[in-house]
């Protein structure tokens, strides 16, 4: 038979001695210790007076820079004999763009001929009158005159090739239309054939170094008080997703379209790869600074929750939650209109435990 107390006797010892301890209270704790410490490990901001820094959507389109293109007229009437070029193509600055056929450079070859033949004459009979002189059969007076003739047909000659050259003619009656500039053929209204003269009031090419462009956009009536003159730009096209092109804004035009109540603007865009083209549609940010100032926090520092943005205030080694109402956002920075005050300090790190924390 078991002796039941031998066999219980420990476990009973382990038991009564376990009751009889009794349990160490955990330490207890100081929140506002606690609080302290926990705000001298987080980043904080203070709310400071700023200008506001805004953003203004405009759109329009790209067109060439006027300074950057030439419109081509004919200078004499004539037959266009061959078109070279079409719309769209690059072409180099003397390039023939049309060859035409021309009475009126006929004229001209004809009087370049005729000078050319004079001198001539004027040059023999200098030299004849150079070697009577040699020989005492004419006189100083003789070779003068000769001399004098000479310098005149020389004359002629260099002005008959001037005007031929000017007029872009050459001595088989044609006419060569050039372009002066590097650049790209945006207009071109003239087919072999045609029959051209000087007085047109269209011209018969339009060249344009797209490497500088312009983009005309339209301002609402609502926004022309902070758009101005030197404002930065950020466009965007359809064609280049993602690809931001900077500018500034060079020129207001000063009214009002009657039609759509929108005042247009000039903005000068460097275009060193061609990539915006004439009539292209663009969008456009303009950055602008307004008049009045609000105070303003890093948009890191705030906290939205019921349809309501707070910030968690710092108050020396303390905490508390402020609402506060947001104005707009731009750079990165909120404006605040209602809530903080200038030179107070928000938390901008681990705010949200805070939050939750002083919400209970």
């Known amino acids: ?36 410490q926990l705000l001298g490990k987080v980043i904080t901001d ?30 004499v009437s004539g037959i266009v004999r061959k078109v070279n070029v079409h719309s769209g193509w690059y072409v180099k600055s003397g390039q023939t763009l049309a060859e035409l056929v021309s009475s009126e450079m006929a004229g001209f070859s004809n009087e370049l001929a005729a000078a050319e033949a004079s001198l001539a004459n004027a040059k023999r ?8 002189l040699a020989s005492g059969l004419a006189s100083e007076k003789d070779v003068e005159e000769a001399k004098s003739e000479y310098k005149r047909a020389s004359s002629e000659v260099h002005k008959a090739e001037q005007v031929l050259r000017i007029n872009g003619g050459d001595r088989e009656s044609g006419y060569r239309i050039t372009t002066p500039i590097n650049g790209f053929v945006i207009e071109k209204k003239v087919t072999e054939h045609s029959h051209l003269r000087p007085d047109n009031n269209d011209p018969v090419f339009v060249i344009a170094d797209i490497s500088n462009v312009w983009a005309m956009v339209n301002i609402y009536e609502s926004d022309i008080s902070y758009i101005h003159q030197g404002d930065s730009v950020h466009l965007t096209s359809l064609s280049y997703p993602g690809k931001v ?49 609000r105070v303003s926090i890093p948009v890191r520092s705030l906290i939205f929750d019921n349809n309501r943005y707070y910030v968690v205030v710092r108050e020396g080694n303390t905490a508390r939650i402020q609402p506060v109402e947001v104005a707009e956002k731009m750079g990165g920075r909120a404006y605040i209109s209602a809530g903080l005050d200038e030179n107070e300090v928000v938390v901008s790190s681990r705010q949200l435990y805070f939050y939750e924390a002083l919400k209970q």
């Open 1 to 36: 038979m078991f002796n039941k107390h031998y066999l219980f006797g420990p476990c009973l010892l382990t038991v009564l001695f376990a009751c009889k301890q009794k349990a160490e209270p955990a330490p207890a704790t100081d929140p506002a210790k606690e609080m302290e």
């Open 46 to 75: 203070t709310a400071t007076t700023n200008a506001v820094r805004d953003e203004i959507l405009v759109s329009g389109k790209i067109v060439p820079d006027e300074d950057s293109q030439i419109r081509i007229y004919p200078m």
């Open 125 to 132: 009979d200098l030299s004849l009158k150079q070697d009577l």
């Open 245 to 293: 092109f900077k500018g500034v804004i060079e020129k207001i035009y000063q009214m009002l379209d009657p039609d759509t109540k929108t005042m247009r603007a000039r903005i000068n865009i460097h275009n060193p790869d061609l990539l915006l083209k004439p009539e292209m549609f663009v969008s456009a940010k303009v950055k602008v600074v307004q008049q009045h100032s």
